[in-house]
């Protein structure tokens, strides 16, 4: 079957990466279900109705959290060979070959790193979830304390949406240092990781010099820090969109449609949160870097 050049790269970079994005997932997944079980059969079961639902949206919000580290090093280590790798086998003569620009290559890997990966990762805390599930079927032996898969998956689809958003918009605000990472490797390969950091750290030591303050204070210092830490336009916004606790006392259907009201509203708090132009700002950076990578590509390596 063929495929437009587009589609084909899009799929040769998760063939490429299938180890990362699905094998090494794999394992950790049924590792984490046989270990967790063997936990639940050792430990007294529940009675409380309300345990289970309790635990499955617990261990929806752990997967998350351990799969957003696990995506941001695999993007880290991804996008340290991502423009660069072509070169192998004569790959970048066959791309070359193609109606497409170079421009537009990196744009589709990049693409790929910063939405495709994150989606395929979603996917795999989803899977986390349903473990979760069966896990609690292994540990509240009790009819009346099983989470009926009707209030899973309505909770399931919850959770899914607003982990969406916070991928999204995770993605889109880290890009910039994706795309530094990229450009430098379409320099130096994989030097590329070592240079990530040296390169800000040498910038700031020179900066310190020149300030002739003592090393007291650091423009780009202070600029990364809050780069990386300041998402949200109120300190400590985020901590409030990982609260997913809701009334467990209320009965029946009322509890779970709270549950998702509220997290509609925790969702909506955090992209009002979001420093939108500094996320925008970002996204321009990125596109001078992948630009400039397309540039030294197209006219220095070629083959």
Known sequence: MNLKPELAIIKKEILEHKGGLF??????????????????????SSTDPDDSHKLFI??????????????????FFYYADAFCSDR???GLLFWKSLPISDLKILSLKF??????????????IIVGAILAYF?????????ESILMPWTAIATLLNLSVHFIVIFIVGSLWYAPFYAWVAL????????????????PVVLIIIEQIFNFDGFESSMLADFLGNRLTEMFVEHGAHENVKNYDFDFDKDGF???????????????????????TSLVGGLVVSGVFIYVSAEYRKRFIEG
């Open 23 to 44: 094998y090494a997932p794999a394992i950790l997944s049924i590792l984490f279900f046989v270990l967790v079980s063997l936990a639940g059969l050792l430990e007294p």
């Open 58 to 75: 617990f261990a929806f919000g752990a997967g998350a959290v351990f799969y957003i580290m696990y995506t941001v090093i695999t993007l």
């Open 88 to 90: 192998k086998n004569n």
């Open 111 to 124: 693409f790929t790193g910063t939405f495709i990966f994150p989606i395929i990762m979603l996917g795999w």
């Open 135 to 143: 896990v609690g079927l292994i540990n509240f032996v009790h009819f």
């Open 184 to 199: 430098l490797s379409v320099f130096f390969k994989k030097w590329s990781i070592a240079l990530a950091f040296v390169i």
């Open 254 to 276: 009322d509890k779970y449609t709270e549950f998702s009201k509220t997290l509609t509203a925790k969702t909506f708090e955090m992209l009002m949160n979001v420093r939108w």
